[in-house]
DNA sequence: GCAAGGTC
């Protein structure tokens, strides 16, 4: 028997045809400059025996879906005709030379074994490969193979172990090209139809919609709002220090801080009638403060923006870059666990050349080595993203030497003890209100000495105080403040808001939003520094709880208290950014196209297509009609969206 | 001139 094999992509097909032949491998070159068919022997088992087997890859997807010829022009027919306008199929312009490849291949082989990565895209490649070959020999006896990472004797368990193509997976995404396809062309040409007679700055541009774009233009635009729209809310406090030992203790308020002005001084004067308080709780206890997850691309490209001074798409693409020299491993994944299989102390072992972390990687193989914490995300194709090989900085460029040097770190750190300290929390009661002191000594740094984007620094050693004990504090003061606005998003923010709102994939994020910014929708400045609530006194660390209180939603998350370096971007609509959002929500449809709302219903049918609740025509047909409705009352309510584009663009709206 | 998803 001859067996054609066809993975996703060209590393896998190296990596799985190693494992296969046991070394006796014969290499080909292609027409196709980055794909190579791999020729060896190989023992499937029960199923094809043994079989001679060609292995070779396609770049991704090999089709495109387009529209006929006679849907060219913008204005004729009308933009509403795509919604059922005949779609195509066809192998895209740049991969002809691939799909002729697996067609030739085809023609020799009884058997086809595809090997695509195990996601819903995979599983539609999977499809666009077996029509391929189809092509070449339509009486193919195909199958699958089930591999989550390329681990020897995980891909060789695959092999033994082939299944079927699942046609529901296919058909979800097919379900995705088409109405992505229908929707973003039809809105995008009444768009830019409608909105560019308007005169310029609209009538040399392309205004486009597009499922992701939209929404993520709507989280700028959101997040622009509630900073203009946020209104200052006083607050008021009460700080109690004492000093002992020559140390300063601040214990702080358990209301933290209340917005009545009257209230606090009441209980305020009640503190101080009081005169003495009383320690009611002391707790010495071990903390730690855990290691990072294995890597993902999402993470990857959240830290780039904030401490590499990178853009999540300059991380990528050195990212890409790295892993194409063998550096890294693949950089897109969703995997935050490291298989158990994995030897990782070979790969920590590759690290110790260096002279900026290897003492560190000697340390880790001299016992302090520890196994990576497990996520709960697993993308079922791809390990987290790790180190493969040493690289020298010399053989690097800039970009990539930074998101190397994170990568490494990152892994190392993984691969270390969590950093271990003792927290100490006294409480005390002064009068009828709590107030509480906290602090915290680093004992041990283990991972923070090579992951130098975490801080820990900890506190003052706390003095020490006894239960029941009671004593007049030092000074006890009522203190003022004002809440913050929120601050712009970041890009690590509007990273953030789209994974956790399922707008894009890891692979496409920073594309979407490289693509608003194309457009003009938004733009992107420099951070200024900016003060903290008054209210908040620098040196101790703030009261537990939230900060910014009510009235300041959003904005400052545990995460963004890195974030707030000064030279990070923060993202801005333009005036035609805040016009087609601001358009679309005043048109008020039961569903706004600058919500992420939609989306996420198509993420949910795709899901009940392959769960079998629901077919790929059943789903094709709702959401266009869905769509249709929408489009059909933009068309109503046309003037709504010109207005808020006259009162933006043409009006000095928004600065 | 237009989408989003793979990958190089």
Excluded at 377 to 387: E, Q, V
Excluded at 430 to 448: I, K, Q, T
Excluded at 580 to 589: H, K, P, Q, S, T
Excluded at 607 to 619: P, S
Aim: glycine share 8%.
């Amino acid at each position: 028997m001859r067996i054609l094999c066809v993975a996703e992509k060209p590393s896998i097909a190296k990596a799985v045809s190693e494992h296969l032949a046991g070394g006796r491998v014969q290499v080909r070159n292609t027409q196709n400059k980055y794909i190579k068919n791999y020729c060896f022997d190989y023992d499937f088992g029960q199923g094809w025996g043994n079989c001679s087997v060609t292995m070779t890859a396609v770049l991704g997807h090999l089709t495109s879906t387009q529209f006929p010829p006679q849907y060219k022009d913008w204005k004729h027919p009308p933009p509403d005709r795509l919604f059922d306008a005949p779609v195509q199929t066809i192998i895209a312009e740049d991969k002809t030379d691939v799909a002729a490849n697996i067609e030739q291949q085809a023609k020799y082989c009884q058997g086809l074994c595809i090997w695509t990565d195990c996601d819903r895209e995979g599983e539609h490649i999977g499809h666009e490969i077996c029509e391929a070959a189809k092509k070449g020999n339509s009486r193919l006896n195909i199958r699958r193979a089930r591999f989550s990472n390329i681990e020897r004797a995980h891909v060789l368990n695959a092999a033994r172990n082939l299944v079927a193509l699942d046609e529901k997976q296919v058909n979800a995404v097919s379900a995705r090209i088409e109405l992505d396809l229908r929707i973003g062309y039809a809105f995008t040409r009444f768009l830019s139809n409608n909105l560019k007679p308007m005169g310029e700055p609209l009538t040399s541009k392309v205004i486009s919609y597009g499922s992701c774009q939209f929404p993520t233009l709507g989280f700028v635009v959101d997040r622009y709002f509630r900073v203009k729209n946020f209104k200052p809310e006083p607050f008021w406090s009460i700080k109690v220090m004492h000093k002992r030992e020559g140390i300063d203790v601040h214990f702080a308020w358990a209301r933290n801080r209340l917005f009545d002005r009257a209230a606090v001084i009441i209980l305020y004067e009640r503190c101080l009638s009081a005169k003495m308080a009383e320690v009611t709780k002391v707790q010495e206890k071990p903390t730690k403060k855990w290691k990072p997850l294995p890597l993902t691309t999402v993470e990857l490209q959240k830290m780039a923006t904030r401490f590499l001074r990178l853009t999540g798409q300059q991380a990528m693409t050195a990212a890409e870059s790295l892993y194409n020299k063998g550096f890294i491993s693949y950089p897109r994944t969703e995997t935050d666990r490291f298989d158990k299989g994995m030897n990782l102390q070979a790969l920590v072992q590759k690290q110790t050349p260096d002279n900026r972390w290897g003492q560190f990687a000697q340390d880790l193989l001299n016992g302090g080595f520890s196994q990576p914490r497990q996520g709960r995300n697993d993308d079922k194709a791809h390990p987290p993203i790790h180190p493969i090989t040493y690289a020298a900085p010399s053989v690097l460029g800039e970009d990539e030497k930074k998101v190397y040097e994170f990568v490494v770190r990152r892994f190392l750190a993984c691969c270390s003890e969590d950093a271990k300290g003792v927290a100490t929390d006294i409480d005390i009661m002064y009068g009828e209100e709590a107030f509480h002191a906290h602090g915290v000594v680093v004992l041990e740094r283990n991972y923070l000495d090579v992951y130098v984007y975490d801080k820990w620094t900890g506190t003052a050693q706390l003095p020490k105080f006894t239960v029941g004990e009671r004593f007049e504090p030092f000074e006890a003061i009522m203190t003022d403040g004002k809440t913050t606005a929120p601050s712009y998003l970041t890009e690590a923010d509007l990273i953030a808001l789209m994974d956790a709102n399922g707008i894009g994939t890891d692979a496409t994020m920073a594309e979407h939003i490289q693509k608003i910014q194309d457009r003009e929708y938004v733009s992107t400045v420099p951070r200024a520094s900016r003060p903290a609530d008054d209210g908040d006194d620098g040196g101790d660390p703030p009261a537990r709880g939230a900060r910014g209180g009510r009235g300041s939603r959003g904005g400052r998350g545990g995460a963004s208290t890195t974030a707030s370096r000064v030279g990070v971007m923060e993202f801005i609509p333009t005036k035609l950014g805040v016009a087609l959002i601001e358009g679309f929500d005043r048109m008020n449809f039961e569903t706004s196209l600058g919500k992420p709302f939609l989306r996420k219903e198509m993420e949910l049918k795709m899901k009940a297509i392959c769960e079998g609740r629901t077919t790929r025509q059943a789903v094709l047909n709702e959401s266009i009609g869905q769509y249709r409705q929408v489009y059909n009352q933009s068309q109503e309510k046309l003037q709504v969206l010109k207005a808020a584009c006259r009162q933006y663009l043409f009006e000095n709206g928004v600065g």
